[in-house]
């Protein structure tokens, strides 16, 4: 395991972006270019998974194992990130069948991975300390990360995406600035809530987990406005207005987002900024937390009937 691929400076500019609406409105963005960190480990699974490779090394673990759908992108971030630093990578799949024609499946074979098919009752047992204990006997030199990516390895990541963050707004001529991101397994917002206190947040909800949702609101509700209208339907689903959104975004900032995580952020931006609580003029720093990997399994399901993704994705989409 050779970890010095996690030893590169990571601090990622902050651009400001203006976005006009079907109604002409001016919105002004700072976006946090986090998806720049790395072509293939990039945004919060750079963050995530940086300590958890270095903690492996120290504690001398063999491998490291976690866990994931189909289409995953901490999937396909720790397969990258294995190859980069010559350490073996398990994935604990949810499918009753490894399709490798998947993009994101095939590209963790062919980096090495080792693909591991559960079903879904299998899977729903994936946080049961029982059932580690029993894949661990199959792999007893790995270290098990949970699925996303989120545990206590995680955090000193996230405290230096915080510290660039508050870096910059303790120079910038409005300190009171919000910082937003989308919100998934709640790892990457919870990291930044704890090393940031005093901080203003927006969470853009991307799942549906009630159970979730109510604990953020419970322990950081002087921190954080959550905001769940930006759904289309729940995870992993969007609908032709979102897509059109998304092109049309990249087409004014030359930021490409995808409808699953980024695009639902800053559609409720742009949006939705009165349910927000903000002006049309308040600028917000948002987290473009990569993820781009994720339009090629969109792809190869016919989920993007629009043409125009289609040279977007060779030219900015690793392969």
Same mark, same amino acid.
Not at 9 to 16: D, E, F
Not at 147 to 153: A, F, L, R
Not at 221 to 228: D, E, I, K, V, Y
Not at 235 to 259: H, S
């Given at each position: 395991?050779?970890?010095?691929?996690?030893?590169?400076?990571?601090?990622?500019?902050?651009?400001?972006?203006?976005?006009?609406?079907?109604?002409?409105?001016?919105? *002004?963005?700072?976006?946090?270019?986090?998806?720049?960190?790395?072509?293939?480990?990039?945004?919060?699974?750079?963050?995530?998974?940086?300590?958890?490779?270095?903690?492996?090394? =120290?504690?001398?673990?063999?491998?490291?194992?976690?866990?994931?759908?189909?289409?995953?992108?901490?999937?396909?971030?720790?397969?990258?990130?294995?190859?980069?630093? !010559?350490?073996?990578?398990?994935?604990?799949? $949810?499918?009753?069948?490894?399709?490798?024609?998947? +993009?994101?499946?095939?590209?963790?074979?062919?980096?090495?991975?080792?693909?591991? *098919?559960?079903?879904?009752?299998?899977?729903?047992? =994936?946080?049961?300390?029982?059932?580690?204990?029993?894949?661990?006997?199959?792999? +007893?030199?790995?270290?098990?990360?949970?699925?996303?990516?989120?545990?206590?390895?995680?955090?000193?990541?996230?405290?230096?995406?915080?510290?660039?963050?508050?870096?910059?707004?303790?120079?910038?001529? !409005?300190?009171?600035?919000?910082?937003?991101?989308?919100?998934?397994?709640?790892?990457?917002?919870?990291?930044?809530?704890?090393?940031?206190?005093?901080?203003?947040?927006?969470?853009?909800?991307?799942? !549906?987990?009630?159970?979730?949702?109510?604990?953020?609101?419970?322990?950081?509700?002087?921190?954080? $406005?959550?905001?769940?209208?930006?759904?289309?339907?729940?995870?992993?689903?969007?609908?032709?207005?979102?897509?059109?959104?998304?092109?049309?975004?990249?087409?004014?900032?030359?930021?490409?987002?995808?409808?699953?995580?980024?695009?639902?952020?800053?559609?409720?931006?742009?949006?939705? $900024?009165?349910?927000?609580?903000?002006?049309?003029?308040?600028?917000?720093?948002?987290?473009?937390?990569?993820?781009?990997?994720?339009? =090629?399994?969109?792809?190869?399901? !016919? $989920?993007?009937?629009?043409? =125009?993704?289609?040279?977007?994705?060779?030219?900015?989409?690793?392969?």
């Amino acid at each position: 395991m050779n970890i010095a691929f996690f030893d590169k400076t990571t601090t990622t500019q902050i651009i400001a972006v203006q976005y006009k609406t079907e109604t002409n409105q001016q919105i *002004p963005l700072l976006i946090k270019r986090d998806d720049l960190i790395d072509p293939f480990v990039s945004g919060n699974k750079w963050r995530k998974l940086k300590y958890n490779f270095v903690e492996a090394h =120290r504690l001398g673990y063999k491998g490291i194992a976690s866990f994931g759908g189909s289409f995953s992108n901490h999937i396909y971030a720790l397969a990258c990130a294995g190859a980069k630093t !010559n350490t073996p990578t398990v994935g604990f799949i $949810r499918t009753h069948k490894l399709d490798l024609a998947n +993009p994101t499946l095939k590209a963790a074979k062919q980096l090495g991975m080792t693909l591991v *098919p559960l079903t879904r009752a299998e899977y729903k047992l =994936r946080h049961d300390p029982q059932f580690i204990s029993k894949l661990k006997e199959d792999y +007893p030199d790995y270290f098990f990360v949970p699925e996303g990516g989120s545990n206590i390895q995680s955090e000193p990541g996230l405290k230096e995406l915080a510290d660039e963050l508050h870096q910059y707004l303790d120079t910038s001529q !409005n300190p009171n600035i919000k910082i937003a991101t989308a919100v998934g397994s709640g790892g990457t917002i919870e990291g930044l809530l704890k090393a940031l206190p005093s901080q203003s947040f927006i969470g853009v909800n991307v799942v !549906n987990d009630t159970d979730l949702l109510n604990r953020l609101h419970d322990q950081y509700n002087s921190q954080l $406005r959550l905001h769940s209208d930006a759904l289309f339907g729940g995870y992993g689903k969007f609908d032709k207005t979102l897509e059109a959104f998304c092109l049309e975004f990249y087409q004014q900032t030359g930021v490409l987002i995808e409808p699953v995580y980024t695009g639902k952020l800053f559609y409720a931006l742009c949006y939705q $900024r009165e349910r927000l609580g903000l002006n049309q003029e308040e600028p917000v720093v948002a987290i473009h937390t990569g993820g781009l990997q994720g339009l =090629r399994g969109m792809q190869y399901m !016919n $989920r993007l009937t629009d043409t =125009r993704w289609l040279p977007l994705i060779n030219s900015h989409v690793p392969g």
